[in-house]
């Protein structure tokens, strides 16, 4: 399944990445929001859902989730909002 942060999100920006010139360099410079993984989650989550109830499945029959991004709150953001302890959430 595939979700969209969806309109309320839409004007935020959740990460960006520019490329500038300093010290004769090219330099890469990437930025986030702080509620990234949040945001992160809630789409993740979205989709899950979206797949679970498309198969029938209750999220309480999932035995291990394998998501992405590796990140340091996303994991458990996830497992709060699909309702699923952060043991059952393996990040790839």
Known sequence: SW????????DLETCSATVGFADGR???????SADA??????????????CLEREGVPAAD???VVAAP???HYRQALGVLLGLSA??????
């Open 26 to 32: 090219n330099v890469l410079r990437f930025h986030e």
């Open 70 to 72: 590796a990140r340091p």
């Open 37 to 50: 993984d949040d945001r992160f989650a809630t789409v993740a989550a979205e989709a899950a859902r979206a």
């Open 3 to 10: 979700a969209n942060a969806g309109d309320a999100l839409d």
């Open 62 to 64: 999932v035995d291990l």
């Open 87 to 92: 043991e059952k959430i393996c990040v790839a």
